[in-house]
């Protein structure tokens, strides 16, 4: 239960002011002070009498108590201590019905017991024995924590220069929370005094306390072993059972020590296969990085325990975790999660048609251009040709797509935190992409012809708007999957969220089958002799074809030129456009002074000017791509008259987990200034006025997590939804729930819809505490 909202005050010791002297009041000033309080007293009935009281009343009585509901006392096991032998002391809580505190890690909310000790000079204190909590649900969110009474054990070792027949007071300020339907905080100075004595015996009547919570303390169990593994963002805890047992462990639960490592709210099925068990963990999404290792409290079933005997109910945990644990097991032991739980069948299908789509996506926009040049070209020639640089085509989006994916899951297997289009979050890429957009436009514009200097290098992509060369065909296919990678089409996402978490075999399969599918259509087209029959002759049409696609080109560069802009500062985009225009420089001198009746002398002087005008410009580009990025500013909060917020929250994990604990629904878009597709759903989808009236309507709180630049913790988060890139959109509703995970490709309709599918919405009215 995740109760951070629900505070409807604070508690806190309060010292009334010292009173000042005042003078004898006259006659007249205490005749007048008398008849004020008369009439103090008069409406104080009143009120109490129409019951405007209550309210203060029940002020009153919550600031007096300092430990609302609930009782703290302080205990020892013996009846004296004994100098330099280690007491036993238990801080005990007792809880009206209904309420409870909280455990070490108390799970998706609340804050555990604690006690600040205030002991005489030269003793020493332990940490709390724990016993094992129980779950607390609140809607789908479970936290940790224990009703009715509780006894927390602690060991204090007292100095050995004790004197005998002296008295020795241990004690301390308790706190703790202390929740029902709201929380409230609550402390108590606890203490109890002992004699000291050469040797101390058990108390009368405390021994069974002390025996009922020790009973509830995990043990270390050396006859079953214990393994965890993590794959597809998700824990494996691997149980071998000893010979002979079989004990059916449905329902068994894993309390985790430490907080964001497991999602509490997620349940935790169990399979057996023989004598080994294995328990399904989800990764929280708050987590910071996966862990090293699995510790906590396994606890068996109501009726089953970890020995023999069954007295052992909690099993103590800490284990390392084997990365290495394949998807397959992890799936074998019923693990699901978002956009996970793909066979890898499944996983190929959706790969291959989201390669298909991808050539839909506005991404891959200005290489449509290249391809319709290539066919227009092409038409009416030898259809041997046209099937060979199909195939070259279709060879360099497989080629690059290895490639990426290569280095993408080299990376991710060094630790680094990157998903699909990791390579357009460094500011490098993205001004030799600009360079590269703009020589290709100025290529169609006709400003210089590829191969005649040596630009020749860099423009051999170039050739691809001509048509002309094997090698032309194949570097269009790099270029286009260079381009697409800003965006996951329909299908995609899910794909390559499962792609990244399998073996490397399995995940080069599924980029071999995105790779495909974005290949398809040309591939088909180039290979069909009745599709080709179609396409015009060749013709004085091409020229002007050809200048209009440069336009596409120079939209492209504009467009990088923004994202650069996001990602450095105004100074790196002055050296940007300072390399574009030597890049202008380096075409006007292949122009003006490339014609064939030139001196070997001449021609070599400007292909030196040229390539150096070339290098120059890209030097001066890679400077700008190493200004310092430009400051992020805060996302302001806005209200309206309603109180309802107006903007977006930039993302943080905690902002999600408190705006959840208040009950509101909240819609997250993960985006990149790079991510066309993330641009145009913005544009057309989430700032019409009927989504952001629905979004008021139902009190939505809006976070956006923008991944132009790399950000491992949004990395985390896409992961934890079964996704590697953007776009990503993910609705939580305000009850608790699973969120629901919409299209890439957004409508108003599929958000309204969504919106109208919240099962409740909780409203914001309390207070975070």
Known sequence: MNHSGKLGYTQSARRLPA??????????????????LVLGVWLLVVLWGSGAATPLQAQSQASDDPSPHSEATLVSEQDAIVPGEPLTVGLRLNMEEGWHSYWKNPGASGEPTSIDWALPEGYETSGFQWPYPHQIEFGSLISYGYSDEVLLIATVTPPDTLTPGTTATLGGRAKWLICEEICLPAHSDVEVTLPVAEEASPKPGRASAFEAARAKHPKRVSDWSVG?????????????????????LEGAYFFPAEKSVVDPGAPQPVTRNGDTYTIALRQSEYAQAPADRLRGVLVAPEGTGWDPDGRVRAMQVDVPVDSTLSAADAMGAGASSAGGGLSLPWALAFALVGGVLLNLMPCVFPVLS????????EAGGEAGAMRRHGLLFGAGVLGSMWILAGGLLALRAAGSQIGWGFQLQSPIFIALMTMLFFGIGLNLLGAFEVGTTLMGWGGRMEAAASGGGNLSAFLTGVLATVVATPCTAPFMGAALGVALTLSTVGALLIFTALGVGMAAPYVVLSTTPALLDRLPDPGAW??????????PMFATAIWLVWVFGQQTSTGGVAFLLAGLLLLGVAAWIVNRWSAPQLSQTATLVTRGLAGAALVGGIAVAVIGAGSAP??????ATATDASGTDTTWRSYAPETIESLRAEGRPVFVDFTAAWCLTCQVNKRRVLTAESVQNAFDEKDVALVRAD?????????????????????????????????ELLPEVLTEDAVLNALDDLSSTVAATHEPH
């Open 370 to 377: 290249v391809k319709i040049l290539g066919f227009a070209e």
């Open 707 to 739: 991944w132009t630049s790399r950000d491992p913790e949004i990395t985390r988060a896409l992961e934890s939804h079964g996704r590697s890139g953007v776009p990503v959109y993910v609705l939580y509703a305000g009850d608790g729930s699973e969120p």
């Open 19 to 36: 009173r000042r002297p005042q003078p004898l009041m006259t006659s007249f000033q205490r005749s007048s002070g008398r008849r004020c």
């Open 542 to 551: 091409m020229e002007t074809l050809k200048q209009a696609f440069a336009f």
């Open 228 to 248: 965890a593994g993590r794959s597809e963002g998700r824990y494996t805890l691997i149980l071998g059972a000893p010979d002979g047992a079989r004990p059916d």
């Open 630 to 635: 430009a400051e992020q500013q805060a996302t």
